[in-house]
């Protein structure tokens, strides 16, 4: 694990392309609320949203990738301008890496953050892997970068940052909003 932009993680982070999304966990908080009638909720964070909409702005694709099937999700990833929603999918590397085979993607070309158990397989072969502060204890020494914010709480956005600055794209964002860059 390392929580440094050191030269290796640079290095990394260099030639990414795709960012690859967990959802529950680290896009929420983990929680899922059904109301009486069954219908889901779940607590997204505007600042992940924001980070998001960047990353598509400066040419980055964007994928979510779970377990679950949601609608909120579906809704979430429509108000985000997310095209990219893959659902119930039980074996993340083996899916993704067949999607990589369609799309003409290698695993150099990915960032992908997770939080638990069934992400570990995808998180080891990309170029750069994280996680959230709150993961399962098996995911933390996994991973190329552990996020000191929890999911569903600007966990996303801060992994978003890193690659931005890392791949010298966030002069463009201080530029745009008014702040010094080194924040």
Not at 19 to 46: N, S
Not at 64 to 88: C, M, P, W, Y
Not at 125 to 134: E, G, I, K, L, N
Request: glycine share 10%; aromatic share 8%; hydrophobic share 40%.
């Amino acid at each position: 694990m390392n929580n440094t932009l050191g030269g290796e993680l640079a290095e990394k982070i260099k030639g990414v392309r795709w960012l690859v999304l967990d959802v529950d966990g680290v896009l929420t908080d983990g929680c899922v609320i059904m109301d009486d009638d069954g219908r889901e909720t779940k607590h997204f964070h505007v600042r992940d949203g924001h980070a998001l909409k960047m990353m598509i702005r400066f040419g980055y694709n964007i994928m979510f990738l779970t377990g679950r099937r949601s609608r909120v999700l579906e809704h979430r990833a429509n108000d985000l301008g997310v095209t990219e929603i893959h659902q119930k999918i039980l074996n993340k590397l083996e899916y993704f890496s067949e999607f990589m085979g369609q799309k003409g993607i290698s695993f150099s070309e990915v960032a992908y953050m997770g939080d638990d158990i069934v992400d570990i397989p995808l998180m080891k072969r990309v170029a750069f892997s994280a996680t959230v502060a709150d993961a399962a204890e098996e995911v933390l020494p996994m991973v190329d970068y552990v996020s000191p914010y929890r999911g569903g709480a600007g966990a996303v956005r801060d992994v978003c940052k890193i690659i931005l600055k890392t791949q010298g794209k966030w002069k463009e964002v201080a530029e745009r909003y008014h702040f010094p860059e080194s924040l």
